[in-house]
């Protein structure tokens, strides 16, 4: 669900739907930060260092996909 969620914000910056997906997004960030999602975030199959936390995993994927989405930001 992030990976469509977040294809959407970063590929259609437009349309109707912005604001209601914009609002879920922030939902979902919200839980994740505030620790109520228990539940790995990443694939199974995904090496993911020893200690990382949902809250990490988010952060660092939201990073990425903005540099993809937006070559001229820098990190």
Do not use: D, I
Request: net charge positive.
């Amino acid at each position: 669900m992030l990976e469509h969620a977040g294809t959407f914000a970063f590929c259609a910056m437009r349309g109707t739907a912005f604001k209601l997906h914009a609002q879920v997004l922030a939902h979902m960030f919200n839980l994740v930060e505030s620790g109520q999602v228990q539940a790995p975030l990443w694939s199974p199959a995904t090496s993911v260092p020893a200690g990382k936390t949902n809250q990490t995993y988010l952060r660092e994927y939201l990073a990425t996909k903005c540099r993809a989405a937006f070559p001229q930001l820098n990190k």
